[in-house]
């Protein structure tokens, strides 16, 4: 018969407390003023004045056994978040799990930008708005570098005007998406932004100033700042190339707090957000899988193992200028990681990683994925906006409040999964840093393409995709966030 941790516990307590305890012929001389009793003691047999005389040597390996034979006897502690299921299914090696390694650094918000700002100068130099092209997560983008820019001219910026994107079929402005008066409210103090500006300068149109397709450095403050200064009022569309830590940290303070303290979904927006969070079982994962025909075309990589109807959509969106990369120089593309994951590709990287096939999975992608029964046919708890959302609440949106729904749904997620580091990915990343969420994974592009091209295969690729993964993850890697908005922290 066996004894169960608990009972043994106590076992060995008694044992202790019996060799720990005097005997009874010297509690007198440890308590000298407890009354004597009439009667002596009984006589102790030889054996029994022996153990007392050497307790001692037995006490040492008594205190050093107990905690052994505890850890040995204990049951298992529960699981870790998307632990292993009771169906007994396991990872490739045993029970390794991504999310229950211990990390070594994590990355936090920055506390100087957070504190108070710098005071602008009171007179300001004239107006600028920002305008911004593209999806929701470029426009965003867009913005938040449009943010900074303003402080840094000590210009007075109009709300954001999001340009109609016939590509991305959008049409919603700043105000359909995001909350107006909360913008305004939480960049007091870092950039003056206003609902409207004076008759005499909203009766003409501003003068245009494009940074966007500017290369390399430049300096905004003598590139734009006498434009605006003889114009008085401009619309700005920022350069995405521009190096932000160069700037002053007056400038990167609002850009910080712009871009990640002040920019909420308004309350229909996050109403609907909510209402989709609630009805995805929990735990979840966001899996942001990206496999579209424009973007794979778009990357010029080559795929030899996709349905024709795949390659098909691939060479329909890839256009004249964008060849397909052949011989040494497609190789090195891939190897640098700039070839998009497939769905089967990513489900065998989640598998290595020790994500249970079970797991539930929010879908945070676009229309026209390719290929995607090769993930779904092995993770299959799969939910999207589309099957969770009524045909006629799907319907009505535009793409901007699809994206934000994705958006909301990614950062409140109890993990975040990305195939491929995008504005969205960025954006997402950020904000659950922000939120103290650093369950928040990068697959390496990388590291498959150069394990796959040195010739690695199943069980072994699996644990060079483990190692690669699990490096990045315990050192917070993979994240490329803004090193002037969030700091390392050394756990």
């Keep these: 018969m066996t004894c169960g941790a608990r009972t043994c516990a106590l076992l060995g307590s008694a044992v202790l407390v019996g060799f720990l305890s005097p005997p009874a012929d010297q509690i007198q001389r440890f308590h000298p003023a407890a009354p004597a009793t009439a009667s002596c003691p009984p006589a102790m047999s030889p054996a029994a004045a022996w153990c007392a005389k050497h307790r001692l040597r037995f006490l040492l390996p008594a205190l050093f056994l107990a905690p052994v034979l505890y850890f040995l006897l204990s049951p298992p502690s529960s699981p870790p978040f998307f632990g292993l299921p009771a169906s007994g299914e ?21 506390g100087w930008w957070q504190t ?91 003068f245009k100033v494009d940074c966007s397709k500017r290369k390399g450095q430049f300096d905004y403050v003598e590139s734009v700042l006498p434009v605006l200064l003889e114009h008085q009022y401009i619309s700005l ?47 979840f994962v966001s899996l942001h899988l990206r496999f579209e025909p424009d973007m794979v075309a778009y990357s010029r990589c080559a795929y030899t193992d996709l349905s024709s109807k795949s390659l098909d959509s691939i060479e329909a969106a890839r256009g004249e200028g964008r060849k397909v990369l052949t011989g040494d120089a497609a190789r090195l593309w891939r190897n640098r990681g700039k070839c ?33 029964e090769g993930f779904t046919s092995i993770y299959k708890n799969i939910y999207t906006k589309s ?68 010739g690695l295969a199943g069980e072994q690729l699996a644990n060079a995709m483990w190692d690669a993964h699990r490096e990045e993850y315990i050192r917070g890697r993979g994240s490329a966030l803004p090193e002037h908005c969030f700091c390392e922290f050394r756990l």
């Excluded at 990915?425 to 592009?445: E, I």
């Design 340 to 372: 998009p994951l497939t769905p089967s590709e990513t489900a065998f990287i989640l598998q290595a990683l020790g994500i249970p096939t079970s797991t539930n999975i929010y879908l945070a992608a676009g229309d026209g994925l390719m290929e995607l």
């Design 90 to 110: 396991l990872p490739p090696s045993g029970s390794r799990l991504i999310w229950a390694q211990r990390r070594l650094v994590e990355w936090r918000p920055c």
């Design 116 to 206: 108070a700002p710098v005071p602008a100068p009171s007179r300001r130099n004239g107006y600028v708005r920002i305008d911004c092209y593209g999806g929701l997560n470029q426009l965003r983008r867009d913005l938040c570098d449009g943010i900074g820019v303003a402080r840094l001219l000590n210009a007075t910026m109009v709300l954001p005007k999001f340009e109609v994107a016939a590509y991305w079929n959008e049409s919603s402005g700043f105000a359909d998406v995001f909350d107006v008066d909360y913008f305004i409210e939480q960049t007091r103090g870092y950039v003056e932004i206003v609902k409207e500006i004076p008759a005499e300068i909203a009766s003409r149109e501003p």
């Design 237 to 283: 569309t920022p350069s995405a190339n521009q190096r932000r830590d160069r700037n002053p940290s007056y400038a990167k303070a609002s850009y910080c707090q712009g871009c990640y303290n002040a920019l909420r979904l308004n309350k229909k927006v996050e109403s609907k957000a909510i209402e989709l969070l609630q009805t995805i079982p929990k735990p």
């Design 387 to 454: 099957s969770l959302l009524t045909h006629e609440d799907f319907e009505r949106m535009h793409g901007n409040t699809k994206a934000a729904l994705d958006y909301y749904v990614s950062v409140n997620s109890d993990a975040y999964i990305a195939t491929f580091f995008g504005n969205m990915d960025k954006m997402v990343t950020a904000m659950r840093t922000m939120q103290g969420l650093q369950k928040t994974l990068v697959l390496s592009r990388r590291a498959f393409a150069n394990y796959t091209a040195a």
